[in-house]
């Protein structure tokens, strides 16, 4: 969310495209790709 310019206008739209009890994921890059696969894997329905 660093690099965007204008949080507040991303977020709105994040919200208006996001299904019904749909989850938005934002990651910063932080941890191994190996944490990042299995925590992105365990939201996928």
């Known amino acids: ?3 965007w310019p204008d949080v507040p206008k991303v977020i709105k ?3 208006r495209v996001l299904k019904p009890e749909g989850i938005i994921f934002c990651g ?3 941890g191994s ?3 990042s696969l299995e925590s992105t894997a ?3 329905v």
Do not use: K, N, P, Q
């Open 42 to 44: 365990d939201r996928i």
């Open 1 to 3: 969310m660093f690099f």
């Open 13 to 15: 739209e994040m919200y």
């Open 33 to 35: 790709r190996e944490i």
């Open 28 to 30: 910063g890059g932080s």
